[in-house]
């Protein structure tokens, strides 16, 4: 089992052959080949090459600990000192150093209660700062055409996102910010889009943005930390400066992070996000513009009939004012008064009549031609006077009497 | 050259001018044609609003059905270098 010679003494070893035996002695014990260990984060750095190196600890001792780059790569949580954590391993030695190492394959926190409290802290802390204030939440573009994404570039939320804005808004124009959107390098790579963004949205119209999508897709709390960084709700709330406004989508609907609280619109999710940032959809253009080619072929067409109906009311004021129309309405006109004219004359002759007749009638009730019916009888001078009293007679006077039926002629005694 | 010559010359241009609008200008130029009519225009000039209207709508549709969403990418290294 042994690759090495057996430590016989005194037989001299050097540092090299020394370390080399200790470190097999402790990985050849299965017990030490798979431990579960508990303590607390001290002392964490994650180097550029991707190795992470921390200690733990507990009140009475500590082990150094790695996490290789490629086990740190898939790691959901991202340790930070102080916390308290379970860490799945095996005991070994860094020949090197001489130094006795935990090799750690998996590192869990313990609850989430250190992530709670410090999220609970930051949301508490940029409240009482006035950055989730409604009163400073902008409202998103009617129609933005320009869309800033910060997200990873190789994530299933950009993916979604492209989708819903290829198929609702063509007409857009997607400037892609890519970042990691987890691990190490997400919060510097989100807050470094964030400013570039920033830059953009300062500068002139022409460059700028209409609104920012700061997203990422489902995961696990820790996934989704980098979204509860103070950094990123600072860079967020910095673009208030600016009159771009900024959506968050980051998770599911029920995931709630520091950055949905600082943007101006919480998507619950990245495609909401999308939908946010085109609320005009391609059937909606297309209605539009059908609206309009159709209102204007009525405008038209309306117009063409009032330009008609104008045209026949000149026409028959043309047609009014022509001499001819004169001629014609004198000629009515005089057909009218002849027409009265001829009612009139025979009403009126009747009338004559009628006053003539009663006339008459009243000359027979006073003519004393009346009165000789009676049996009176008229006494007259030859020369017509007729004789009312006897002074006008004398003897001999020679009389004409007239009686009913004609007259006679007497003479006084 | 012949009036009629002069005009057809006068709709190839606009027309050509219109293949170069943006969807957004050929847009607004069609809601303030629309106005314009709304508003009570004289019978020639409603003629040419009716058919520069028409022209703009077919443009703008064809733009809708063209359309593709442009993506473009700002590398976190590459300062400036999409301006250049």
């Not at chain 1, 400073?136 to 910060?150: F, G, Q, S, Y």
């Not at chain 1, 897709?217 to 980098?226: F, I, K, R």
Request: proline share 6%.
């Amino acid at each position: 089992m042994f690759t090495l010679p057996l430590p016989l003494a005194p037989e001299t070893w050097s540092i090299t052959e020394l370390n080399r035996y200790v470190r097999q002695a402790l990985e050849t014990d299965i017990r030490l080949q798979d431990v579960r260990v508990r303590g607390e984060i001290s002392g964490f750095k994650a180097y550029p090459s991707g190795h992470w190196y921390f200690t733990l600890k507990d009140g009475g001792a500590q082990i150094a600990c790695v996490l290789w780059k490629q086990r740190a790569a898939r790691q959901r949580y991202q340790p930070r000192d102080g916390d308290q954590v379970e860490a799945v391993g095996r005991v070994t030695l860094y020949e090197q150093r001489g130094q006795y190492q935990f090799d750690v394959a998996v590192i869990e926190p313990i609850g989430q209660g250190a992530l709670f409290a410090d999220f609970a802290r930051l949301k508490a802390q940029l409240e009482a700062e006035g950055l989730f204030n409604p009163a400073r939440k902008r409202p998103l573009p009617a129609d933005p055409r320009r869309i800033a994404i910060v997200t990873s570039s190789s994530g299933a939320a950009l993916q979604d996102m492209l989708n819903i804005l290829k198929r609702r808004n063509p007409l857009a124009s997607v400037l892609l910010l890519p970042t990691p959107v987890q691990g190490e390098e997400a919060v510097p790579g989100i807050v470094s889009g964030l400013e570039r963004l920033l830059t953009l949205a300062s500068g002139p119209i022409d460059e700028r943005p209409d609104v920012i999508i700061v997203a990422r897709g489902g995961g696990s709390l820790e996934d989704l930390w980098a979204f509860n960084a103070e950094r990123v709700a600072r860079a967020i709330d910095a673009l208030r400066r600016t009159p771009v406004p900024v959506v968050s989508g980051v998770g599911h609907e029920t995931d709630f992070t520091i950055a949905d609280f600082v943007a101006d619109v919480r998507a619950p999710t990245p495609s909401a996000a999308a939908e946010l940032c085109s609320p005009i959809t391609l059937d909606d253009r297309r209605r539009q513009i059908d609206d309009l080619s159709l209102q204007l072929a009525d405008l038209f067409a309306s117009q063409l009939q009032m330009g008609r109906h104008r045209l026949e009311q000149a026409r028959v004021s043309l047609r009014a004012a022509s001499p001819f129309g004169q001629l014609a309405l004198a000629r009515a006109r005089l057909r009218e008064q002849e027409a009265r004219l001829y009612a009139t004359v025979p009403h009126q002759l009747s009338l004559a009549r009628g006053r003539l007749a009663g006339d008459l009638a009243t000359l027979e009730a006073f003519s004393p031609l009346g009165v000789l019916e009676r049996g009176y009888a008229i006494v007259r001078r030859p020369d017509g006077h007729v004789i009312t009293q006897t002074t006008e007679v004398s003897p001999d006077l020679p009389l004409r009497i007239r009686v009913r039926d004609g007259e006679f002629d007497a003479k006084t005694l | 050259m012949s009036p009629r010559t002069k005009r057809i010359r006068d709709e190839e241009t606009s027309s050509a001018e219109v293949e170069s609008l943006t969807y957004e200008a050929a847009l607004t130029e069609l809601e303030a044609l629309v106005a314009r009519l709304e508003a009570g225009a004289p019978l020639d000039e409603a003629l040419q609003l009716y058919e520069r209207g028409q022209a703009l709508a077919a443009h703008c549709g064809r733009l809708l059905e063209r359309a593709e969403l442009r993506l473009r990418e700002l590398t976190p290294g590459a300062e400036d270098t999409d301006n250049a």
